[in-house]
């Protein structure tokens, strides 16, 4: 692989994670008290850094062929809940993830809790609203950047991938004090779960000891093939069982707390 | 104490296995089934694309039929 290809990988990977957390930065800071959101937000980030300060130099020291086994089930898992969100969401299954809904129900529900502030901030709620958003989404960015950048042998275009989306989403969100809902987060999505899938069914593979017929091009087989089942499972979807209840034209989220878990 | 250990080993579950705890499973499976066929000097390398076009319409049927 060469490095436009993981570069434009790792980018939107982040992207969609950069969109979620963005969102939720600014539903603490707009519904309740800037400088809490911003407190958590820059707390999220340290903590971040640490992680991976710690877990980044040990990921580089095991061996190429137990961290593929490893990284590639993590991905394979990751990409196929993502693609099942994304078909359920593209078969009319489930409802769109809407950041402009969620944006509002973020904001709904931290207005109804009370402002109490607790050691260095003065409205606790926004602190860690903003806080275990970030380090939510911020977990899977560096997970997707560590991961890619180790098993490509590429760590800093991986980083530079990661780094570029979260400063063009967050820049583009904190211009506008708005959530992002102009993005196309669920075609997003689907690409992304697409490629987690194609990534982790090679390399997963690869560590428990096969060998790829016509080896790194396989994976120029493994995308398409992976798209392409995916659409055709959201046209089967479609044509076969009613939406659900709870489908398209129902609410996103119930509230705050279940956006920052629920965003994934 | 006990309420903040089962909250944390929550949030790696859902982070970690998600909505389907079978597919989890199945990848597991499919990779253990990987290093067993290649062991035996076949090649290996179709065992999980089939387990993903098996577990992914699996998860969705259920996903969808259990309402």
């Avoid at chain 1, 991938?161 to 999505?189: M, Q, S």
């Avoid at chain 1, 659900?244 to 279940?258: E, I, L």
């Avoid at chain 2, 982070?15 to 290649?38: E, P």
């Avoid at chain 2, 000097?41 to 259920?62: D, E, K, Q, T």
């Amino acid at each position: 692989m060469t490095a436009w290809p993981l570069f434009v990988a790792v980018f939107l990977a982040c992207a969609v994670e950069a969109v979620e957390a963005t969102t939720i930065v600014l539903a603490a800071g707009t519904a309740r008290d800037w400088r809490s959101a911003t407190v958590g937000l820059t707390a999220a980030l340290a903590t971040l850094a640490v992680i991976v300060a710690v877990v980044g130099p040990a990921v580089s020291v095991i061996p190429l062929r137990g961290l593929r086994l490893v990284v590639g089930g993590l991905l394979l898992v990751f990409g196929l809940q993502w693609l099942r969100k994304a078909v359920l969401r593209a078969s009319g299954h489930k409802a769109l993830h809407d950041e402009d809904a969620i944006f509002q129900t973020a904001v709904a529900a931290a207005r109804g809790t009370a402002v109490r502030p607790r050691a260095f901030v003065p409205d606790w709620y926004a602190f860690t609203l903003s806080f275990k958003g970030v380090l939510l989404e911020g977990l899977e960015v560096a997970f997707i950047a560590v991961t890619f950048g180790s098993n490509q042998h590429d760590l800093p275009v991986a980083a530079l991938a990661a780094v570029a989306a979260v400063v063009v989403v967050a820049g583009a969100g904190f211009a506008v004090r708005a959530p992002l809902a102009r993005v196309p987060e669920n075609t997003l999505k689907f690409v992304v779960g697409v490629m987690l899938t194609a990534f982790g069914t090679f390399w997963g593979a690869e560590g428990a000891g096969s060998r790829w017929p016509g080896g790194d091009a396989a994976l120029l087989a493994l995308v398409p093939a992976v798209a392409v089942f995916a659409l055709l499972l959201v046209a089967v979807l479609r044509r076969v069982g009613a939406p659900s209840p709870d489908g398209p034209v129902a609410a996103v989220v119930p509230a705050a707390t279940t956006a920052v878990t629920e965003v994934r | 104490m006990a309420v903040k250990v089962r909250a944390f080993l929550g949030f790696w579950y859902d982070f970690v296995v998600g909505d389907d705890w079978r597919v989890a499973a199945g990848v597991v499976v499919a990779l253990g089934a990987t290093w067993l066929v290649s062991r035996s000097g076949a090649a290996a390398w179709w065992v999980v694309p089939v387990a993903v076009a098996i577990l992914l319409p699996v998860s969705l049927w259920r996903a969808t039929h259990r309402r």
